[in-house]
């Protein structure tokens, strides 16, 4: 790997150093979700918003290069904003130590060490404790704090602002040992209902990329629990290059009728991230230097049979869109929506993107743009609706 390149938190906090790390970091946090995005979610018509938070922002180590805390005093600011502003908040535990995927948005890619390996059940061991901590102190009332320099006092209970809670985002069990990370979600829970009791947030667990049904029967003495699955059409070589009507209609052909049966025979269904995309164009979506399936190059990939024509560049150059294109996104968008609707609720991601560098992950700019629906809950297209 080149010295000079940061592929992932971990590399970009080794290659700056604590102190140019811990500038960097805190800029972006103060510079990219302010205030006003809290209050434009709600003019968009959301109810809650999905935070994640890295496993370092509350129980740093020192053989990691992360800039500790700092991550977790933002988070409580964006809580204190959502709680003004009429909204509620799923925090996510986004990141385990040791990495429970081995992608880049787990905080350290390469090698999976959640579960695996030599060390993998300490990791699993510490991400437990991560886990302990985080509900330990939503748990408790929060300290006396000054919003607009007026005091918030202790009695509005973090729960009433924090009502659900993303164990582990996204462990990658088509690689790791299926039983060991189920114990794992086992043991998780019986820590946080310790903790918690009855009363705590409803947890959300991910379905480990196994799909819904093989989940039957698992949940069956969880109180108060989702299945948390992500939807998306682009890392499915079939799907991403199916056609664009076919896209438009799948939700709503295909997934809709698996959350409504999941939700009825394994657990309450909720979909926890989808997007615009139909490709996989995004940068750094797949990793910093990976390629792309849409065009052919991902893994190294350079068999062009499918689609040689297929262009990124092309694809992602919002302002050259057609206004057909944008009533495509819309349609789709709505549909996601309406289909998802079918289990328990959904979150989009992502509320934005670095100068809009993503504008098929970024809904900022589609609200901004046209192609999505100016209040959320009032929608022109849905499952019923093919125009």
Known sequence: MDDHVAVDEWTLCERLGPTKARQVLEHHYETFITEADFARIRQMGFNHVRIPIGHWAIRPSSQEPFVPHVAWTYLLRGIQWARKYGLRVMIELHTAPGSQNGWNHSGRSGDIRWLNGDHGQYYADETKRVVMDIVSFFNKDPPEVKDDNKTIHSHNVWSHVVPVFGVLN???????KKEPA????????SAIRNITGHQGPILSYHDGFLGLSPW???????????????????????????EREKQAAFPCDTWREQLADASQQV?????GEFSFATNDCGKYLNGVGLGTRYENTMNGND???????CNCTQVEDWPS????????????VQRQMDAYEAGVGWFFWTYKTEQHINPHWDYSLAWE?????????QREFSCKKTQ
């Open 182 to 189: 189920k114990q794992w979600y086992k043991d998780s829970y």
């Open 267 to 271: 657990a309450p269904v909720m979909v």
């Open 321 to 332: 869109w057609t206004s057909g294109y944008k009533h495509f996104l819309n349609t789709f």
């Open 369 to 377: 743009k046209g192609w999505a629906p100016k209040d959320v809950n």
């Open 303 to 309: 068999d062009d049979s499918r689609c040689p024509q």
């Open 170 to 176: 996204e462990p990658a069990m088509m690689i790791i």
């Open 216 to 242: 039957k029967g698992f949940f069956t003495d969880f109180d108060r629990t989702f299945l948390e699955t992500h939807m998306y059409l682009i890392f499915d070589p079939n799907l991403v290059y199916m």
